[in-house]
């Protein structure tokens, strides 16, 4: 009886960990033992209703959060499941967003004791992190939740009011958002600096040298009579600065003056320079630079980036054992615990040799603003799961990226990769020109063993190729030919989604968990196309509310004040800024800018073009609106009068085809009554029409019985 009691208890008094998704849940499951259960929570169980603003202005701006529909069911399972747990702990992800949803999950339970509530974190999913979670519980830190509150308050202010005014000035079915409105700037006030660049012809000079039996080579003429040849001009743009180059030859005309005045020319080499060359690897990845650099190494979208790495995080089974490979993929830190870098040191110098290890591990300094030095770096869980040896085991996604981290992590552990570099100059006898070549040999491959840093450009692989001859200052050449090459300036770039990304980061817009939805939300709504060749353009849509938000919203779309208001959240997180602070004090301005744009900001109703072809013409459709609701029309309305049903939902209406009856028109008496379809429902009208324009109602069911008689 005695040990029936204590087995009833000890069943009892059960932990409970919570955490966000079904498979973080599998995953940690296989880690604790038979006195804890693992339950996932689906993500948000609370947020603000989406039928009303959900905030109170007038009270502090307090947030009126509900339990969503899906989790009703979660909060009532979660209830029941924690009913006399000893412990109930709150393994959401270690940041501000998982913060919040331990907080609200602890709200939503309210009949439980708050003591009984631990948060723990960790940075992987492997047995040793997760145990050693658990042996040190934290309080929630509300710190982190009034961060992540002040966000979503300031977000749902912003887009709740923000929205329904474009659909009053402009068209129904708008957003707009704090960041991503910025965002959408940026690539407007690109395509303008695109348009406004004025595209200029240059012209450059190249001269094959040759000394003896030594053999040709080319070098670049970069000084004539003093003056350099080449010039780089800086463009102030809205967001950075733009530098290109040119030079002082505009014309042919330049260029070949000066071939026919130093064709006969003996040429002497007037210096060579040597010297060492160290190229230090990059920091481990952090969110921003893994999208960046998937997406130009594998073509990754940062959508497509993170699903990946979220899957790499929460476990994958190799040889029955499940574990996550990688590290949180949501950082702006370029910390690694010393643990890490000491398997790092014991594989380098394992697989490449001591040399390949610097005598010290290093240390990447934090450069992005406002990062969580708490947070490590993306970097493998465990070095020695190399890349080849488990790729069985992964998706093909799931492969790509982890190589990519785990190459970049190991190579941002390793010494740098060392070039002898020379440069060597020479002149003609007056002394008028002055000719440069370069070149660099690899001397020790460093980190550049297992990561290459960067695409490089054509111009630098030419250079790293080149062999040049053995020459010594005041060696005499040959001059045999000089080829005039023509350039055209280029406009700056169009940003692509790793340049965008790079831009937010930089001016402190945005943060880890928001970069991929950013994107992703202005290419839905129409804001912004992605092109074939990747480019982000704006569409007309975009630039008519960028436009009008600028003009009235000055501050909301711009980058410094957008980053000031980051900073501040930063702020709240560290506990040294009040959150309804925050919040009163933007209002205050917004307010105001509001009441103003109600105002005074002019309708400029414009249609959405949709890929759908015109039937008649077969030019693009505009979807439009009327009294009896959505329907397509012809781009080239009126000169042609195509069109398209759509039903409630949006979907295309395939076109009712006439029926015949037997009935005679009441009115003519010259037609037969038709069967057709309109708007409000099925209705009968004269085969004379438009000279009858008789019409009779009719019911559904007698309709359909005509129609059904018709097929027979």
């Known amino acids: ?153 300031l977000d749902r202010l912003v887009g709740y009011t923000l929205s329904p005014l474009l659909w009053d000035k402009i068209r129904k079915g708008l957003s707009a958002g704090r960041v991503q409105s910025v965002a959408v700037r940026l690539i407007s006030e690109r395509a303008k600096e695109i348009k406004d660049f004025n595209s200029a012809d240059y012209y450059t000079l190249d001269g094959v040298f040759e000394k003896g039996e030594e053999g040709r080579f080319d070098a670049k003429l970069v000084k004539w009579e003093g003056k350099n040849i080449e010039e780089t001009i800086t463009l102030n743009l809205f967001a950075e600065d733009y530098k290109y180059k040119t030079s002082v030859f505009k014309t042919m005309e330049d260029t070949v003056k000066i071939v026919t005045s130093l064709k006969d020319e003996k040429f002497t080499v007037v210096k060579i320079e040597k010297k060492t060359v160290t190229q230090k690897p990059k920091p481990p990845f952090i ?92 970097h493998p869980t465990d070095v020695f799961k190399n890349p080849e040896e488990i790729k069985d085991f992964l998706s093909a996604d799931q492969y790509k990226l982890y190589s990519l981290i785990w190459k970049r992590f190991m190579a941002s552990q390793m010494e740098a990769a060392i070039f002898d570099s020379m440069s060597i100059e020479m002149t003609d006898g007056q002394k008028k020109s002055l000719f440069r070549t370069s070149g660099r040999t690899l001397k020790f491959e460093g980190y550049l063993k297992v990561y290459m840093d960067k695409e490089k450009e054509e111009d630098e692989e030419e250079e790293d190729e080149k062999t040049l001859p053995v020459l010594n200052e005041g060696d005499e050449l040959t001059l045999r030919d000089m080829n005039v090459k023509p350039h055209t300036t280029t406009p700056p770039p169009y940003y692509n989604e790793a340049s965008l990304i790079k831009t937010l980061e930089k001016h ?54 957008t980053a000031q208001i980051e900073d501040k959240l930063d702020d709240i997180a560290e506990g040294t800024m009040e959150w309804v602070k925050v919040i009163r004090e933007f209002y205050a301005g917004f307010f105001k800018d509001m009441e103003m744009a109600e105002k005074e900001m002019k309708s400029e109703k414009v249609a959405v073009k949709t890929k759908e072809k015109c039937p008649l013409c077969l030019s693009p459709m505009i979807m439009r609106e009327s009294r009896y609701g959505k329907y397509l029309s012809c781009s080239r309305f009126p000169k042609c009068k195509g069109k398209v049903s759509l039903d409630k939902d949006g979907n295309k209406v395939e076109r009712f085809q006439a029926v015949k009856s037997e009935k005679k028109c009441s009115k003519c008496q010259k037609g037969t009554m038709l069967l057709r379809k309109g708007p409000r429902g099925f209705f009968l009208g004269c085969s004379t029409f438009p000279k009858c324009r008789n019409i009779e109602s009719i019911t559904d069911e007698e309709a359909q019985k005509l129609i059904e008689g018709n097929k027979k």
């Open 287 to 378: 969110t921003s630079t893994l999208q960046q650099d998937a997406y130009n190494k594998l073509g990754f979208t940062p959508e497509r980036t993170m699903k990946t790495a979220q899957s790499l995080y929460e476990g994958v089974n190799i040889k029955e054992e499940t574990s996550g490979l990688i590290t949180y993929m949501r950082t702006d830190s370029f910390n690694v615990s010393e643990d890490v870098q000491k398997q790092a040191v014991e594989y380098i110098k394992k697989s490449y040799g001591g040399d390949y290890c610097p005598p010290t591990p290093p240390v990447y300094l934090k450069k992005v603003k406002g990062a969580q030095e708490a947070h490590e770096a993306i």
């Open 508 to 561: 402190g817009i945005g943060r880890p968990s928001t970069y991929a939805s950013i994107i992703y939300t202005i290419i839905e709504r129409g804001y912004v196309n992605r092109e074939k060749d990747k480019k982000l353009t704006i569409t007309e849509l975009g630039t008519l509310v960028t436009d009008r938000l600028k003009e009235y919203f000055s501050e909301i779309m711009s980058l410094s004040y």
């Open 1 to 153: 009886m005695i040990i029936r009691q204590y087995l009833i208890k000890y069943r009892s008094m059960k932990n409970i960990v919570i955490v966000e998704s079904p498979t973080k849940q599998k995953t940690i499951s296989k880690f604790l033992d038979a006195t804890f259960v693992v339950k996932s929570s689906f993500g948000h169980i609370r947020d603000l209703p989406s039928s009303d603003l959900g905030v109170d202005p007038k009270n502090d701006f307090k947030p009126k959060y509900v339990i969503i529909e899906r989790g009703k069911k979660i909060i009532a399972e979660l209830e029941k499941l924690s009913k006399g747990a000893s412990c109930i702990y709150l393994a959401t992800d270690p940041d501000r967003e998982g913060e919040a949803i331990s907080w609200h999950l602890m709200e939503a339970m309210p009949d439980f004791d708050r003591k009984k509530f631990k948060r723990i974190t960790f940075h992987e999913i492997t047995k040793s992190a997760i145990t050693q979670a658990v042996k040190n519980p934290r309080d929630i830190d509300f710190n982190l939740v009034n961060a992540q509150q002040a966000r979503r308050v």
